[in-house]
């Protein structure tokens, strides 16, 4: 946001010209943990309140709509689950590497910074595409429009292949396919990683299942369809993998100490910012969490590895 005025005494006012001061203490008790919440008053201009050019935030897609309030990393565990699934990749200087849908490219720095000898990305919104290109900086490193479940890429191309937080938004088929086309470009002994969402716990009765899945969906405004941790296992065995690891974490996505440690203070303390200033946002950013909330005894990240024999 452009510019700073001061406005009462120990207050920060962030703004423009001609800003409505406004001051946001009990919105911000509302997003921040008591420790956290701090004595804002925000300068709240016209042009500055609404996405421009102005964004149905109550019809968007809840990644999108957090991408857009600036939140970075949208996977269900989070980076530590992210960094656990790469570590167990052991993605080196001869791999050959693809990522089904990149997203924001968060985890794809991260592979690129292990400096594979290959890296591909296959994403289908030409946006994210554009993001991601922008780190795309060496030899043998793309990013190409397409489906993860038909990329086009050559049988057997990649040593590793691994997507987060995209199946869970798939149907049953859709699972497979991308699943079975990440075998088809595994070379033998090459690795697959997941980063999705479970329920717990693996005895959890379908109707239960059923029921948070279609409170989520009706939230996100996108199909969310997590499956038991079992069940996320028997895909992979069907499709022909071995599964060599798995990990947990706390689905916490948009619990404030999450959002820190994910996206670091400044750019968190931002993101509330924004929801803050966009009543709409605000209003589905706080539905998203409740959501999360309601049902956190029964949702977790999951990570699992798994080889092509």
Known sequence: MAGSVASSPGATCFGAIEPDCTPVQPRMKALFPDNLAMNYTVCTPVSETHFSPPDPAHKMPGHWLLARLGKRVLRPGGLGLTRIMLDRLGIGARDEVVEFAPGLGVTARL???RQPASYTAVERDEAAAATVRRYLTG???YCQLGSAEQTGLPDQSATVVYGEAMLTMQG????????????RL??????YGIHELTFTPDDLPET???DISREMSRSIHVGARPLATRDWRTLLIEAGFVVQAEATAPMLLLEPRRLIRDEGFFPALRFFLNALLNAEARKRVGSMRQIFRKHRAHLTAISFVAVKP
């Open 186 to 191: 595994l070379k033998p002994g090459g690795r």
């Open 111 to 113: 592979t690129l910074n």
């Open 208 to 210: 239960v299942q059923e």
């Open 172 to 183: 049953a088929a859709q699972k497979r396919r991308i699943i079975n086309e990440a075998f």
């Open 139 to 141: 030899p043998r490193q």
